[in-house]
C-alpha cells in the first residue's frame, strides 16, 4: 500500500508540470517580424536611418518588411553585426535591451536558415569531358576492333596536376578537331573494310639498331607488324645482313 501512495503522489507534480508547459507554450506569441525586429528599429534606429537623414547611407525603410531578409540579406548582416557588436545606436543614445537584441538575432538567424532550406542547390558547371590519346585508342579498339594509335596522330594532351585526364582541363583545339575528322574517316573505313588495297606491294623493314626486332636465341628472328587491309598475302622475308667468308650461314 505504502508504494502504491507513492506511485500517486510522484505522478501529482508530474501531471501538473506538463499541464504549466502547455499554458506557457500556449501564451508565449511566436516570434514574427513585427513583433521581434520592427519594435528594435523604430524605436533606436529609426530616427537617423531614415528617408530624410539616411546617416551613413543607411535607409532602414527598405528593411521594413519580412521580405527584405531575402532581398537584401547583406544589408541585414551588417545591421545585426553592428547591433550585437553594440556599435549602433551610437553613444550617448539610449542602447536596446539586451533581449529586444537576442531575440531580434534569434529570429533572423532563423529566417536565413528557413530562406536557405527553401533554395535549390546548384550542381555547378557541368564539363562536356573528351578522352585522351590512350582513352581513345583503347575505346577504338575495343568497340571496332580497330587498332588506332591515337598517341602518333594526335597532339599532346593538356595536363594538370601532373594528370592528362582531367575533363577541366582537356580542350579540343582546331587542330585536334580537325585530327578528329580524319581519324574517324580512317577508322570507319578500316572497320568495314571499305579502303581499297595497295597498287604496290607492302614493304617493311626492321632493324636490330632500331629495337624492331627481337632476337630469343642466336637462330631466331621476331618481328611483328599489322597490316590494315583484309585479303590474302603472299609473304617474302628477305635477311640481309654481313658475315666472314668462313662463318656459317
Known amino acids: 500500500m505504502k508504494s502504491d501512495k507513492l506511485s500517486v503522489y510522484m505522478l501529482k507534480p508530474l501531471g501538473l508540470l506538463a499541464v504549466c508547459s502547455a499554458l506557457a507554450s500556449a501564451q508565449s506569441p511566436a516570434p514574427s517580424f513585427e513583433k ?24 532602414l525603410g527598405v528593411f521594413a518588411t519580412p521580405s527584405s531578409l531575402s532581398e537584401h540579406r547583406e544589408g541585414w548582416e551588417r545591421i545585426i553585426q553592428r547591433i550585437k557588436n553594440g556599435e549602433m545606436p551610437p553613444k550617448p543614445l539610449p542602447k536596446p535591451d539586451a533581449a529586444q537584441v537576442d531575440a531580434l538575432v534569434k529570429y533572423i538567424h532563423a529566417e536565413f ?13 557541368v564539363t562536356a569531358r573528351r578522352l585522351n590519346r590512350a582513352e581513345y585508342s583503347n575505346t577504338i579498339r575495343d568497340l571496332l576492333g580497330v587498332d588506332f594509335s591515337a598517341q602518333r596522330d594526335f597532339p599532346t594532351d ?6 592528362d585526364n582531367i575533363g577541366d582541363v582537356l580542350t579540343i583545339s582546331p587542330l585536334l578537331m580537325e585530327k578528329y575528322v580524319n581519324a574517324a574517316e580512317r577508322i570507319a573505313a578500316r572497320a568495314l573494310g571499305a579502303d581499297p588495297l595497295p597498287a604496290k606491294p ?7 639498331k632500331n629495337k624492331t626486332v627481337r632476337r630469343p636465341d642466336f637462330s631466331t628472328i ?7 587491309w583484309d585479303g590474302e598475302y603472299i609473304v617474302r622475308v628477305g635477311l640481309p645482313g654481313e658475315r666472314a667468308k668462313d662463318a656459317p650461314p
Open 113 to 125: 536558415e528557413r530562406i536557405d532550406r527553401k533554395v535549390k542547390p546548384d550542381p555547378g558547371r
Open 36 to 59: 521581434s525586429v520592427l519594435p528594435l528599429l523604430n524605436k533606436n534606429c529609426a530616427a537617423c536611418h531614415n528617408d530624410r537623414l539616411a546617416q551613413g547611407s543607411l535607409n
Open 158 to 163: 593538356d595536363s594538370g596536376h601532373c594528370f
Open 222 to 228: 621476331e618481328a611483328t607488324h599489322r597490316v590494315d
Open 202 to 208: 607492302l614493304e617493311f623493314e626492321y632493324h636490330a
